[in-house]
């Protein structure tokens, strides 16, 4: 892993809504090939900084580097983001995977795939057919390939947002708590694609509360809270040897939860 090159790299990020400061300076740099997941309290922004790397939310201050390329930066002495047009390719190339499918409703599922592949990619249709084929493949839900959203199970429905994603050949994914509206039957389905994506080598950024997930999945783990990344390690250190007090406060509430 060491010899990998980061994918994307934050440095000293900020965003506030009015007074309420959510992101105060968050450094982080996710590597090629890395499964990176962000743990921490609710409602502490780990969503939102997710919501900033892919300019869904603009952040306000700090730098962003995408496949080397500064998606916002302090230049001199004002802030600047790139222009739409580049942001919306670099959103094309970190697509993410929110907790509630965001699947349209009125088209099958194999046109969900390939919705993207046509609108943004501007492929020919019989390419998109192929390229969402074979993504549906990678879930196991080809066979649902003609079935709408409404004749899915949430597991299903999650895992061709995943293929969604896939199918547009990214070099990272974004996950935003992939599993928390799923019943729990379905969850463990749904974490297994996400682990067999990361043996294949694709990069992961996942938000998520799922502990046992984060310790099977996670090459790297990042715990934040209060604004910044509070501590970051491979999932050994952090639930078993954490080097902060409110890690290891929130690992022992996380296991006292479970047991």
Do not use: W
């Not at 506030?16 to 300076?25: D, Q, T």
């Not at 061709?160 to 928390?180: C, G, K, W």
């Not at 749904?190 to 090459?219: E, K, N, P, Y």
Request: proline fraction near 5%.
């Amino acid at each position: 892993m060491t010899t990998a090159a980061p994918v994307l790299t934050l440095q000293q990020v900020y965003k506030s809504y009015g007074s309420h400061a959510v992101l105060r300076g968050v450094d982080l740099t996710v590597l090629q090939g890395e499964a990176l997941f962000i743990i921490g309290p609710s409602g502490g922004g780990k969503s939102t900084l997710l919501r900033c790397i892919n300019f869904l939310e603009r952040p306000e201050a700090g730098s962003i580097t995408f496949l080397n390329q500064k998606l916002c930066q302090h230049y001199r002495s004002h802030f600047e983001i790139a222009p739409e047009k580049q942001l919306r390719q670099a959103r094309a190339r970190m697509p993410m995977v929110f907790q509630q499918f965001n699947l349209f409703s009125h088209q099958t599922t194999l046109e969900n795939v390939m919705e993207a592949l046509l609108t943004v990619k501007k492929l020919h249709k019989d390419q998109a057919v192929i390229l969402a084929r074979h993504a549906l493949d990678r879930v196991q839900m080809l066979q649902k390939q003609n079935n709408y959203p409404h004749q899915l199970s949430g597991g299903q429905k999650q895992r061709v947002a995943i293929a969604r994603a896939l199918a547009m050949e990214p070099p990272v994914i974004l996950f935003d708590e992939p599993t928390s509206a799923l019943d729990p039957e379905l969850v463990s389905g749904v974490q297994s694609i996400i682990r067999d994506l990361s043996a294949q080598g694709l990069t992961l950024l996942t938000v998520t509360h799922d502990q046992a997930f984060v310790q099977s999945t996670a090459h790297k783990v990042c715990f934040y809270a209060d604004g910044h990344i509070v501590e970051s390690g491979p999932p050994e250190q952090i639930y078993n040897t954490p080097r902060t007090e409110r890690v290891r406060q929130f690992v022992h509430s996380v296991s006292a939860r479970h047991h």
